[in-house]
């Protein structure tokens, strides 16, 4: 399974535009690169997956390079509501390991 | 559409306390299942998997079991807690037929162990 790496953590105010960039350089071809939202004392929220290019969906956007060894959550006009630590995995069905994530802090 | 239920929410229990959680999926079938543990601050663990029936797979011996008695019930137990095993508990689930193995998470259960 694909190692992943991200930043432990981030800043940013209401209103902007959040990007969280993820490295897995061991990405397979089978393998998907997947994004999780976690709030204290929730189970993860599934936000976003892809193979290649970007995908977008009503909550994020995901950029994939072509090379497909990093990947940019991207989180337009963040509030505070949005406070979570964020997981990037990459998954070949049935299991995954989550990394500690990216703790994202909005303010005000 | 599908959703997950964990009980209880949370426990305290002392050591060397027996320990039952349960999970149960409502709609879907033949779902794979997991268990996961995330202490405070931390990433999330994964103890057991399970693609049916009777079948189970630890990831991480220890002292906990799982079992799964019918097809969308998933139970983690244990004979005798350790402090060690205060942490958050998570079952998930993912389809087990389609899709890309992504997985749903319920709601956890918090357990402390004194």
């Known amino acids: 399974l694909a190692k992943t790496t991200q930043p432990i953590s981030m800043d940013s105010y209401e209103g902007q535009e959040v990007n969280i960039t993820c490295s897995h350089n061991?990405?397979?071809?089978?393998?998907?690169i997947t994004w999780y939202q976690q709030f204290p004392s929730q189970g993860p929220r599934f936000i976003i997956q892809?193979?290649?290019t970007k995908v977008t969906n009503e909550v994020a956007s995901l950029f994939i390079p072509a090379d497909r060894k990093s990947s940019t959550l991207s989180l337009p006009r963040v509030s505070l509501s949005d406070t979570a630590v964020y997981y990037c995995?990459?998954?070949?069905?049935?299991?995954?390991?989550f990394g500690s994530g990216t703790k994202l802090n909005v303010k005000p | 559409s599908q959703t997950i239920h964990q009980w209880p929410a949370t426990l305290v229990q002392p050591v060397g306390s027996p320990l039952s959680l349960e999970c149960t999926v409502e709609?879907?079938?033949?779902?794979?299942l997991y268990w996961y543990r995330q202490a405070a601050g931390r990433g999330l663990q994964l103890l057991f998997y399970?693609?049916?029936?009777?079948?189970i797979s630890s990831e991480v011996p220890q002292n906990l079991s799982a079992s799964r008695p019918q097809d969308r019930q998933f139970i983690l137990s244990s004979k005798k807690l350790l402090l060690s095993d205060s942490g958050f508990y998570l079952c998930?689930?993912?389809?087990?037929?389609?899709?890309?193995?992504?997985?749903?998470f319920g709601p956890g259960t918090r357990l402390t162990v004194l």
């Open positions: 998930a689930w993912s389809s087990g037929t389609s899709g890309r193995g992504t997985q749903y």
């Open positions: 061991n990405i397979a071809t089978n393998d998907y």
């Open positions: 892809g193979y290649k």
């Open positions: 995995l990459v998954l070949n069905f049935n299991k995954f390991y």
């Open positions: 709609g879907t079938s033949n779902p794979n």
């Open positions: 399970s693609v049916g029936i009777g079948q």
